[in-house]
């Protein structure tokens, strides 16, 4: 997606209008312009011409954003800083004071004269020609002062797409145009000769050139509020971009070099001291420190760095002396990942914000007609001309699509805020809003549930023997093994200090295990029927092992010297938090499905240990996508995972979530990715979804029903009159309060649980899982083909012979016969029944040899 900082847009239906007409450009497939940042992003192969071209053709200016070649990531992070840059409100600031000055005279002449009696100079006293001149001087100064309004709008009007800006030209232009047409007609009474006193009741009644003034000048004040409450959104996106270290301190040659970051390459040594911000991605090559990781993952517990571990930009080092190398700089930075993540999520559209567009397209036109058709229709009634178009006026100023273009993307981008804070990103608006409308949700289990790495959970030494001893074996045989679970017992016994002897005669046995020779003892260890091969195995030994295999863990046996030493039992641990995470997920009433490529007895196991009730094991990489869509037969399904082959399954689910320490295709292929890889922020990730919905529908709740209210108010249904001054302050105010209601996202505690309730569901079926697990049966029992050996076949009525009597049982679909190979490959319908085979082959007077 290519990003665009685009200028000149003031409400929704400039919004619409740029999207109109970029969407119009050959070569692009989609494009999203968001009212918020003032950005665009576009999909497709247009030139950037192109697309700069079509912007300006409809009014607005538009500049690539964004690195482009040979740009550093200061170069970047400084254009992104830039298109977030608040530069409205001073500008804002500065016509409203200056506004302010001349209202204020006007407004003493208008209201402090005429209503409290205020005095004015004698040769201003009742004369009312005098008077109306000087207000309408005011009024014009005033109008002159926010003179954008007038350019914007009447342009916006020209290219027939009135915004925002239209509303408040027309209204002001309307005001000063019907005043100065009674003007003239006061000049006219006087030329006739009518005294003051006959001018009186124009003068009172007739003359809006306060109002003139006033609507631009309150509008103004809305504007400048809406745009302080703007630039609070996008703060997250603002301190990230503060956080990105300016420089590095680079050894080279063995002499410490202070350089600009843009100057770091990968591959480069680099030193962090207690207290520095690590400048950019690496490894930890020598040294040791407590490194502060929260401004990524939002927690602030230190995270312990060696030799080998990786460390991240813009990450605090606390304590320790650090030297790295650098392996991703610029913009390939986990920092800069995450800014760009959270700038192109600000760029696209939650599918609710289509709701808004739709009305935004065709609303000021609307009003247009109806303010037309309120003051025609006031005259047709009998009001006077003044009353009628004041009406028609309020009408106009009134009316907010203003509202309706904030009510989205204020609450996505509060959203995605708040979420960076935490180490939640979100990468679309779309993922935001979808994930908390997830029904069913699919963990798959190494790396996700468990820890991804085999760790020791049992020792049981035989009779006679130590844990000591039992480890101490087993950590000298398993040091020459590169098998996952030989590190389970390097690591156990890193974590004792036990250093393990050396090791001589040392040989893989594929399939059965290890045997070598140390401190002069033969040691062998593997699985137990290999144990059981070369000494006696104990039976309670044999049965706790049964007990640990239950339990989803694998038993290592041992022997020494023709002598048991023990058992050893080994296991992808669960997280930590992984049962929590679940437990909390289960109370947001979210049915909770854990997809592993393990057999049932060990995916029973940890289901167990997780808190998991529902699982479907025995699971391949395509089989995972498989199952979610599947599972997506009965609801929305967001998967959870962290390995290459869940891709596929993240890319199938209605909501991708990928932990932050799986690969990079996961990451690539979910819609959120979770820094902190806890199960606990799933939870939090769709809980921060449901509130920023709840927040959306309050925004759009506020904005429809405001214009719902106040556009029939001002057109005088109910009665009371509307000065259109009150009109333009209503319409300030409305977009001022959806940015606020927007603003209290940040006061959400995402990561408490506590007022977690349930969605309501679809009618998802208990048996859910049951059901894809005899499918799966079936499916896997089809395609299942056996070999029956048979003797005595001597020629093709023997073949036909045996074919009709194997598929005359009910579990054989099909049965191949060659009496020449004396097989027949049998295709599976059901569970095989070997008796069965054989009682129907020696009916038919042949000899049953066996099924391979």
């Known amino acids: 997606m290519e990003q665009y900082i685009v200028t000149g847009m003031s409400c929704a239906a400039c919004q619409a209008r740029v999207e109109k007409a970029v969407g119009q450009v050959p070569g692009v497939c989609s494009v999203s312009v968001s009212l918020l940042t003032n950005s665009m992003g576009v999909e497709g192969s247009a030139s950037q011409e192109e697309i700069i071209r079509a912007v300006e053709a409809a009014g607005y200016g538009a500049s690539p954003k964004g690195a482009t070649a040979g740009e550093t990531k200061a170069d970047y992070l400084a254009a992104q800083e830039k298109a977030l840059q608040d530069r409205e409100t001073p500008k804002l600031k500065r016509r409203l004071l200056l506004s302010v000055g001349f209202l204020a005279v006007l407004m003493y002449i208008t209201m402090g004269h005429h209503m409290a009696g205020w005095p004015l100079p004698a040769f201003l006293t009742h004369n009312h020609l005098a008077l109306t001149l000087t207000q309408m001087l005011l009024a014009l100064t005033v109008m002159i002062i926010n003179g954008k309004f007038f350019t914007s709008g009447f342009r916006s009007l020209v290219h027939g797409a009135p915004n925002m800006d239209t509303l408040v030209a027309l209204g002001s232009s309307v005001s000063f145009g019907w005043s100065l047409f009674v003007f003239y007609r006061m000049c006219g009474m006087i030329t006739a000769g009518a005294s003051n006193s006959e001018l009186m009741d124009l003068y009172h009644q007739q003359l809006y050139f306060e109002s003139a003034a006033m609507i631009p000048a309150l509008i103004t004040v809305g504007k400048m509020l809406e745009a302080r409450s703007k630039g609070k959104t996008t703060n997250a996106l603002k301190s990230l971009m503060k956080l990105a270290p300016q420089t590095a301190v680079l050894l080279r040659e063995g002499t410490e070099t202070e350089v600009p970051i843009a100057e770091v390459k990968t591959g480069d040594l680099f030193v962090v001291r207690p207290g520095d911000s690590i400048p950019v991605d690496g490894i930890v090559v020598s040294g040791a420190g407590a490194v502060n990781e929260s401004t990524l993952t939002g927690e602030s517990i230190l995270v312990d760095k060696a030799e080998g571990d990786k460390v991240s930009a813009a990450t605090i080092n606390q304590s320790g002396f650090l030297t790295c190398r650098a392996t991703r700089v610029g913009e390939d930075t986990t920092l800069s990942q995450i800014i760009r993540m959270v700038s192109d999520a600000a760029a696209t559209k939650a599918p609710i914000v289509r709701i808004a567009d739709k009305v935004s397209g065709v609303f000021v036109p609307a009003v247009i007609g109806i303010a037309l058709i309120v003051t025609t229709g006031w005259m047709i009634a009998g009001a006077s001309a003044g009353d009628a178009v004041a009406r028609g006026i309020s009408v106009l100023v009134i ?12 609450a996505i981008m509060v959203g995605n805020g708040l979420g960076a804070k935490n180490g939640i990103l979100f990468k679309t608006g779309e993922a935001l809003e979808t994930a908390g409308k997830a029904q069913i949700i699919a963990l798959d289990k190494t790396g996700t549930i468990t820890s991804g790495e085999p760790g020791v959970t049992d020792l049981i030494p035989a009779e006679g ?39 001589s005669d040392f040989r893989a046995l594929p399939g059965n295990g290890l045997e070598g020779t140390a401190g002069g003892k033969r040691l062998h260890g593997g699985s137990g029927s290999y144990i059981g091969s070369l000494v006696k195995v104990p039976e309670e030994m044999n049965r706790q092992a049964e007990k640990l295999a239950e339990q989803g863990k694998t038993p290592l046996f041992f022997e020494e010297d023709g002598q048991m030493l023990g058992v050893i039992a080994v296991a992808d641990r669960i997280r930590e938090d992984s049962r929590e995470g679940i437990r909390q997920l289960k109370n947001q009433g979210l049915r909770v499905v854990m997809l592993t490529g393990d057999n049932e007895r060990t995916a029973q196991a940890i289901a167990a240990q997780a808190g998991v009730d529902e699982w479907v094991a025995g699971v391949l990489p395509e089989g995972k996508e498989e199952v979610i869509r599947k599972l997506q037969e009965y609801g929305r399904v967001a998967m959870v995972g962290d390995g290459i082959n869940d891709a596929p399954a993240l890319t199938r689910a209605d909501t991708g979530i990928a932990i932050g320490a799986g690969t990079d295709v996961a990451i690539d292929s979910a819609d959120i990715v979770l820094m902190n890889s806890a199960l606990t922020d799933v939870a939090a990730a769709i809980r921060l979804s449901r509130a920023t919905l709840r927040n959306i529908h309050e925004n759009l709740f506020w904005a429809f029903f405001y214009n719902l209210i106040c556009i029939p108010l001002a057109a005088g249904l109910f009665g009371w009159k509307m000065s259109p001054m009150i009109g333009a ?9 959806v940015c606020m209601n927007a603003l209290r996202l940040n006061l959400f505690r995402l990561k408490d649980p506590g007022k977690d309730k349930p969605l309501k569901a679809a009618n998802i079926p208990l048996t859910i899982t049951e059901t894809i697990k005899e499918e799966q049966k079936k499916e896997r029992i089809g395609t299942m083909t056996k070999t029956v050996k048979i003797k005595g076949m001597m020629c093709g009525h023997c073949e036909a012979s045996v074919k009709k009597a194997l598929e005359a049982l009910p579990f054989i679909a099909e049965a191949v016969v060659s009496h020449d190979a004396g097989t027949a490959v049998i295709t599976l319908s059901g569970e095989l029944d070997e008796a069965a085979v054989k009682a129907a082959v020696e009916a038919k007077d042949f000899t049953f040899e066996g099924i391979k």
């Open 729 to 737: 302050a209503a319409m300030s105010l409305s977009s001022f309060t």
């Open 465 to 503: 023997r130590t844990e000591a001893e039992l480890l101490a074996g087993a950590v000298a045989l398993e040091q020459g093994s590169e098998h996952p679970l030989a590190k389970a017992i390097l690591r156990a016994a890193e974590e004792q200090q036990l250093k393990p002897e050396s090791i």
């Open 399 to 410: 009316s907010c699509p203003c509202a309706l273009g904030l009510a989205t993307p204020v």
